[in-house]
C-alpha cells in the first residue's frame, strides 16, 4: 500500500531574558529508507542562521545550527511530503542493535517475558502482536508518571509509561529474545506530538510494531530517526548561554496527501 | 642507592630543584572532602633508570603495540575484521562502555585514532617488563617528566655532562607535529582544558606552552556550519583545524553525548564527522583500553600486524573461556581478581587475602558470572627507591611511557614514573598521595 | 618551531588585561603604603594612613584597631589587600601560562611565596621590597619573554588603566597622567580598538582638570571592552 502523508512540524521557544550561544540540533528531516521516500522537505529557523545538515551513525539526518547573537525567541518548522510504502526494509543490523543500551538494560522479568514469546522465526507477525500484547498488558499509558530518563526496567516495575517507554520496553525484550532491535521515532497521523515506535529484525527484515498503539507501524508513520534507544533519536537539543526560562510550546500536523500535492512542484 | 650512582650530585641539589618546582608552579590538584586542593607534586629526585638494552625491547615494543591498538580501533569502527574472524568476541567489544556507536564509520585524518597513548607497565623483580594497562582516551602526565628534567639540567648540569642519559625535552615538539599531521585546512591547533579546577590543569597549560598552541576553554570555541571556529575579539572567528582536547568524551558534546555537559562544545562532533576538525584523541577510544580487552591486545598485534607480540600482558585470565576458566578455580589463592563491571564495587581482591570460605564465595561467584571478571597472576614490581630525609626508603611504582602517532609512530624516550608514600598501598595513582619522578633512558 | 598566530578570545584579553591591572595595583599600592607609612613614622595620629586608606578607597576599620597595616598587607578576607590582589594577580598568571610563559609567571609565584612567608613572619611593610622586586621583574620579564605583540598591548592596556586609576586618586600632576595616557594610546591599533575612544578623549581632557576625578574614575573603569 501506498501512503502519501505531509507533516508540518513547529516549535516555538520564548526565553524569559535574552539568550545568546544557543547551540543545537535537530532530527526533523525524515529518512529515506526502501519504505519511506522523502519528496520534498523544508526547514526554516528563526532567527536565521546556517543550518547545516549531515546523517548520524544510525542514519538519521542531523541538522545542526549556532546563534552567536542575542535573541529571546527561537523556532523552527519542518515540513514536507512523505510517500511510504510496503518495501522490506532489510538493512544489516549493527552489532550494537543486539546489546543492551543504557535505557534498555535487561531484567530477569523481561528475560522471562521473551522466553515465554516462542519463537519468532516461526511467525514473525504473530511473535510481534504477542511481544506488543505482553507489553500492553504491563504497562498503562499515563503521561507524566515517566520522565525522559526513565529506563526500561523502571517503567515495567512502574506498570505505567508514555509511548517511549513502551518502545523501550519492546527493545529490551526483543534484544533479549535473540533479535536486533531499534527504537524508532517520528510523526503519526493523528498525533499531536512526536511518537516512538519500534523496528524489530526477523528473517532478514526489519518489521515496524507500535506497542503503545499495538499495532504495526505502518502507513500513517513517518520516520524521523532511529537508534539504539531515545537518547539516539534526540528529536531537538539544545543549549544557550543566559539566564533564562524556556516557554515552548509545539505543534505537529499529519495528514494523508492526495496525488496532486505531490505532483505540484515544491 | 649507592654515593658514586649517577644521579648521586643531583641528590645533594635536590632542594634546589624543589625551589625550581615551586617557582615554576609544578601542580597536580585533588578533590578531597568536596573541596579542591592544588600543591606541587611532590617529586622525588631519584630519577628511574632504565637501560638501553631495556629500551630497546621497550620502544619496539610500545611502537608495535600502539600500532596494532590504532588499527583495532579502525577496525572495530568500519570492517570488524577482527571479530568476524573469531579472534575478538563481539561481546567484549559491544558491551564495553567506551564503545561508541556514533563513531560508527568515521575514520579520522591519517587514520589515527590514538595519537597520544600512555602505556603503563610494571618491571618484576625478576626484571621482566609486562604491560599492566592500556590509556587510549586521556591520557596524563608527561609535562611533569619534561618540566622535572628541564630544571635538574639547570639545578645539577655536571650530572647530564657525566651520565648519557636520552634528551626528552622534544615532548612537546613531538606533540606539535602530531597536531599538525592531522589539522584539517591549516586551521589553529588548540589545546582544549575543562578548566583552572582540573587536576591537569598545569599539564594542559604547560604542553600549550611548550608545543606553541593556543590554550582554549570549552566558551572559547563554537561550531557554526559544522565548522569549529575559535572566538576572536571583535565578533572575529578563526578556524580550528585540531583540537587536543583533555576532556573526555561523554562530556564533549552535549548535542550528542551527556546532555547535561557544560564543558563540552555543542556539535563538536557533527563536524568532526564530517572531517571539518581533528580531535586528538579521537572519539570512541575507550573500546581498546578497556580492561576486557586487554587480554586481547597481543593476538591484535598477530592479527593486523603478523608479528610475535614483544611486549607482554601481565599474565591474564578470561573464566568465560573454559580452559583459563579451569585454571581460575584451580588456582584461585595465588591469582588477583578484578571486576571489569564499573558499577562493580569489588575492585581489586587478591586471593592470597582470603579465607577458605571467602575463597570459596568467589568462586562461585565466577561460577555465576564469569563474563564479569578476570584474573591475573600477582606480579612482584621492583620497588624503587625514594628519598626519606637523608635516607631512603622503597616504595611501589610503575611506569607510563607515551607513544605519539601522526603520520609516524614514535615512543618518547623518558616518562611519568609515579611512586606510593605508603608502603603498605599497591595503588600508584596521582590522586592517592605519592609522587613522581624522572625516567631516565640511557643512551648506552 | 614556529609559534602559531596566538589567537586572542574576549575572555583571553579579559585575563591579560586584569592580570596587567592587578600586577600594577600590587606594585602602587606596596609603593604608596610605604610613602605614608613613611609620613606616619613623625605624625601623632594615624591620619597619613587615614588618608592613605580614604584616597585607595579601602576599608578604614582595622585603623582603629591599630591593625590596618597588617590587615592590608596579609588579609585574605579583605579584598582589597595586597594578598588579595596578588591572588588574584596569580590566578590569571596561570591562566595565562601558555600566553605569557613559565619564566613570567614565575615572577608571580615568587612575589606571592614571599608574601606568604613575610605573613608568617610577621614582616612590616619596609622588609616587602623583594616582592616589589619580583613584580618589576615580571614587568621586565613581560618585555623579554612574551612573543606576541598581542599580548603585551592587552597587559599595558592594564597597566596603564591602573596607574591612571591610582594617578588620579592620589592626584598626581597633570603631566604624570598625560604620560600614561600617552602609553596607552601608543598600543597598536587593533588592541587599542578594545579601548572605548570617547572615554580616551575625556581622560585627555581631564588630565588638565583634576577636580573632575571622581566622574574619571568610573568612565576609566568601562574603558575595555573585551
Known amino acids: 500500500m501506498v501512503v502519501l502523508l505531509r507533516y508540518s512540524y513547529t516549535t516555538l521557544i520564548t526565553f524569559s531574558a535574552k539568550v545568546s550561544d544557543h547551540a543545537f540540533a535537530l532530527r526533523c528531516v525524515p529518512m529515506q529508507t526502501p519504505a519511506q521516500r522523502l519528496i520534498w522537505q523544508h526547514l526554516t529557523v528563526l532567527p536565521a542562521c546556517p543550518v547545516a545538515s549531515s546523517v548520524d551513525a544510525f542514519g538519521s539526518v542531523v541538522s545542526t545550527g549556532f546563534l552567536g547573537r542575542r535573541h529571546s525567541l527561537f523556532a523552527y518548522e519542518a515540513a514536507g511530503l512523505v510517500e511510504t510504502t510496503d518495501q522490506p526494509v532489510t538493512d544489516a543490523p549493527f552489532p550494537f542493535y543486539s546489546h543492551p543500551s543504557p535505557l534498555t538494560m535487561p531484567s530477569p522479568e523481561m528475560s522471562s517475558i521473551a522466553n515465554s514469546l516462542g519463537s519468532p522465526a516461526d511467525d514473525p507477525a504473530l511473535w510481534t502482536e504477542r511481544l506488543m500484547a505482553a507489553v500492553a498488558s504491563r504497562l498503562s499509558y499515563s503521561p507524566g508518571a515517566t520522565s525522559v530518563d526513565t529506563t526500561a526496567a523502571q517503567a515495567l516495575e512502574l506498570g505505567q509509561g508514555v509511548c517511549q517507554d513502551f518502545a523501550h520496553v519492546s527493545v529490551a525484550i526483543a534484544r533479549l529474545a535473540g533479535l536486533p532491535a531499534r527504537y524508532a521515532c517520528g510523526f503519526m497521523e493523528g498525533e499531536g506530538a512526536s511518537h516512538a515506535w519500534v523496528e524489530v529484525f526477523i528473517n532478514g527484515r526489519w518489521l515496524p510494531i507500535d506497542p503503545t498503539n499495538q499495532r504495526p507501524a505502518v502507513n500513517s508513520y513517518i520516520k524521523l530517526a532511529h537508534g539504539r534507544d531515545f537518547d539516539d533519536c534526540s528529536i531537538s537539543r539544545g543549549v544557550f548561554r543566559g539566564q533564562a526560562s524556556q516557554a515552548v510550546s509545539v505543534s505537529v500536523d499529519v495528514w494523508k496527501a492526495n496525488q496532486a500535492d505531490a505532483d505540484s512542484c515544491h | 642507592m649507592t654515593d658514586d650512582s649517577i644521579y648521586a650530585k643531583l641528590l645533594l641539589q635536590r632542594d634546589a630543584v624543589n625551589k625550581w618546582m615551586e617557582r615554576c608552579g609544578v601542580r597536580f590538584g585533588i578533590y578531597k572532602n568536596g573541596s579542591f586542593k592544588e600543591q606541587i607534586f611532590p617529586f622525588d629526585a631519584i630519577p628511574r633508570v632504565i637501560s638501553a638494552a631495556d629500551w630497546q625491547t621497550l620502544s619496539r615494543g610500545l611502537a608495535q603495540r600502539v600500532m596494532a591498538l590504532n588499527a583495532f580501533l579502525k577496525d572495530v569502527y568500519t570492517k570488524r575484521s577482527i571479530i568476524r574472524d573469531g579472534i575478538v568476541p563481539a561481546d567484549f567489544v559491544f558491551s564495553s562502555k567506551g564503545y561508541l556507536p556514533q563513531c560508527e564509520g568515521i575514520i579520522p585524518p591519517a587514520d589515527v585514532f590514538s595519537h597520544i597513548s600512555g602505556i603503563d607497565l610494571v618491571q618484576a623483580d625478576d626484571g621482566t617488563w609486562f604491560v599492566l594497562e592500556d590509556n587510549l582516551r586521556v591520557p596524563s602526565g608527561a609535562s611533569y617528566p619534561l618540566i622535572a628534567r628541564d630544571l635538574t639540567r639547570k639545578v645539577s648540569p655536571e650530572t647530564f655532562a657525566d651520565a648519557s642519559v636520552l634528551d626528552n625535552r622534544d615532548y612537546a615538539s613531538l606533540l606539535r607535529r602530531v597536531l599538525d599531521d592531522v589539522n584539517v585546512s591549516s586551521g589553529l591547533e588548540v589545546v582544549l582544558t575543562p578548566g583552572r579546577y582540573n587536576s591537569a590543569f598545569f599539564e594542559h597549560s604547560y604542553l600549550a606552552e611548550k608545543a606553541g598552541v593556543v590554550l582554549a576553554f570549552p566558551d572559547d570555541i563554537f561550531v557554526e556550519d559544522d565548522l569549529v571556529y575559535y572566538k576572536g575579539l571583535l565578533n572575529k572567528k578563526e578556524r580550528v583545524g585540531v583540537i587536543y582536547r583533555r576532556i573526555s568524551d561523554e562530556f564533549m558534546d552535549p548535542m550528542t553525548f551527556e546532555k547535561s555537559s557544560l564543558l563540552g562544545i555543542p556539535n563538536v562532533f557533527s563536524a568532526y564527522r564530517k572531517g571539518n576538525v581533528a580531535i586528538v584523541n579521537a572519539f570512541g577510544n575507550g573500546v581498546a583500553d578497556d580492561k576486557g580487552i586487554y587480554y586481547f591486545v597481543p593476538k591484535m598485534v598477530k592479527y593486523y600486524l603478523g608479528e610475535e607480540p614483544i611486549l607482554r600482558n601481565a599474565p591474564t585470565y578470561l573464566p568465560i573461556f573454559p580452559d583459563d576458566y579451569k585454571y581460575v578455580i584451580d588456582n584461585l589463592p595465588t591469582l588477583v581478581i578484578k571486576d571489569v563491571a564499573e558499577a562493580g564495587g569489588y575492585g581489586v581482591m587478591f586471593g592470597r587475602d582470603m579465607s577458605a570460605e571467602r575463597l570459596d564465595q568467589v568462586r562461585a561467584m565466577i561460577k555465576a558470572d564469569p563474563r564479569r571478571w578476570i584474573a591475573q597472576e600477582v606480579i612482584n614490581f621492583i620497588d624503587l627507591d625514594i628519598m626519606d630525609g637523608d635516607s631512603t626508603v622503597k616504595r611501589k611504582s610503575d611506569f607510563r611511557a607515551f607513544v605519539l602517532s601522526g603520520k609516524n609512530t614514535e615512543v618518547w624516550p623518558s616518562g611519568l614514573t609515579r611512586f606510593t608514600r605508603d608502603p603498605k598501598s599497591f595503588v600508584v595513582n596521582s590522586s592517592q598521595g605519592g609522587g613522581f619522578k624522572d625516567t631516565w633512558v640511557l643512551a648506552k | ?226
Not at chain 3, 619580583?134 to 612574551?146: K, N, P, Q, R, T
Not at chain 3, 572615554?199 to 568610573?218: H, N
Request: proline share 3%; aromatic share 8%; with cysteine.
Open chain 3, 1 to 226: 618551531m614556529k609559534y602559531l598566530n596566538l589567537a586572542i578570545s574576549p575572555a583571553k584579553a579579559d585575563r591579560l588585561y586584569w592580570l596587567g591591572r592587578y600586577a600594577e595595583r600590587a606594585i602602587l599600592s606596596l609603593h604608596l603604603l610605604r610613602r605614608y607609612c613613611n609620613a606616619d613614622i613623625d605624625a601623632d595620629s594615624h591620619s597619613p594612613l587615614e588618608t592613605f586608606a580614604t584616597l585607595m578607597g579601602v576599608p578604614t576599620a582595622a585603623l582603629k584597631s591599630g591593625n590596618f597595616v597588617a590587615d592590608y598587607l596579609y588579609s585574605t578576607e579583605n579584598l582589597s589587600s595586597i594578598a588579595s590582589t596578588l591572588a588574584a594577580a596569580k590566578n590569571n598568571a596561570m591562566l595565562e601560562r601558555n600566553d605569557i610563559k613559565t619564566e613570567v609567571l614565575a615572577y608571580v609565584e615568587l612575589a606571592v611565596n614571599t608574601l606568604e612567608a613575610a605573613k608568617a613572619n610577621n614582616a612590616g611593610v619596609f622588609e616587602l621590597q623583594p616582592v616589589s622586586d619580583y613584580l618589576m621583574s615580571f614587568w621586565g620579564a613581560v618585555g623579554e619573554y612574551v612573543r606576541s605583540r598581542a599580548v603585551r598591548n592587552i597587559l599595558t592596556i592594564g597597566r596603564c588603566v591602573e596607574r591612571l586609576d591610582v594617578m588620579i586618586r592620589f592626584c598626581y600632576e597633570p603631566e604624570r597622567i598625560a604620560s600614561v595616557l600617552e602609553t596607552l594610546e601608543s598600543v597598536d591599533e587593533a588592541e587599542l580598538a578594545l579601548c572605548d575612544n570617547q572615554t580616551i578623549d575625556y581622560l585627555r581632557k581631564m588630565a588638565a582638570m583634576p577636580e573632575a576625578s571622581s566622574e574619571a574614575l568610573s568612565k576609566l573603569n568601562s574603558l575595555f571592552a573585551a
